[in-house]
């Protein structure tokens, strides 16, 4: 990531586009640490993390991670799904945060140096330009890595940065749990017999 360590910069996490490139690639992310590593790269104004969320739900596996966020000083946008039925009939759910995303990056360019915009959705193509536009540098995180990609090329190419997730994870994931390291381990030595 270019610039200098006294740039102002924001994240904005695209929840869902971030989650499934992760996914993808395997990792568990420590946003504590995300933060931090960004945080080491110029002044963190802010950190924002979107995602939709199914309301009346008595459990939601995303709330414990919205909640941890919030709490640990991101600024959390969420919106209720909205449920439709297809042309087949299929009851579908759609929770898209782009609007969002594009509304909060666009009033604070003008406080920035630099974004960090973690999606590959192509449709923020349009929106990276026009910050740049500001003379705010956009730097993209997904990754190129799956099958697959999960960054739109045009994205990709507009960005000033693209960083691939798959080269900074080890900055940023969380270890693998202590259990599979002690099945791994267990292979080791019997592979060794």
């Known amino acids: 990531m270019t610039g200098h360590t006294g740039d102002r910069i924001a994240l904005f996490i695209d929840g869902a586009n971030l989650y499934s490139s992760a996914r993808a690639l395997n990792i568990d992310l420590d946003f504590r640490k995300l933060s931090d590593w960004f945080g080491q790269k110029g002044q963190l104004v802010r950190a924002y993390y979107y995602t939709a969320v199914i309301e009346g739900e008595e459990f939601s596996p995303i709330r414990p991670l919205v909640d941890w966020l919030d709490y640990n000083g991101f600024t959390v946008v969420t919106k209720p799904v909205k449920r439709f039925t297809d042309a087949q009939g299929h009851s579908r759910i759609k929770g898209n945060m782009d ?3 594009a509304v909060d990056m666009m009033e604070l360019a003008p406080r920035l140096d630099h974004t960090v915009l973690f999606s590959g959705d192509g449709d923020f193509r349009r929106l990276v330009e026009a910050v740049q536009g500001k003379g705010v ?57």
Do not use: C, W, Y
């Open 99 to 101: 609007m969002e995303i």
């Open 137 to 193: 540098r956009v730097t993209v995180v997904s990754t190129t890595r799956s099958q697959p990609p999960q960054i739109a090329d045009e994205l990709r190419r507009q960005a000033d940065t693209f960083i691939d997730l798959a080269d900074v994870a080890e900055h940023f994931s969380k270890p693998k749990a202590a259990m599979n390291q002690g099945v791994a381990r267990t292979l080791d030595r019997s592979d060794r017999a």
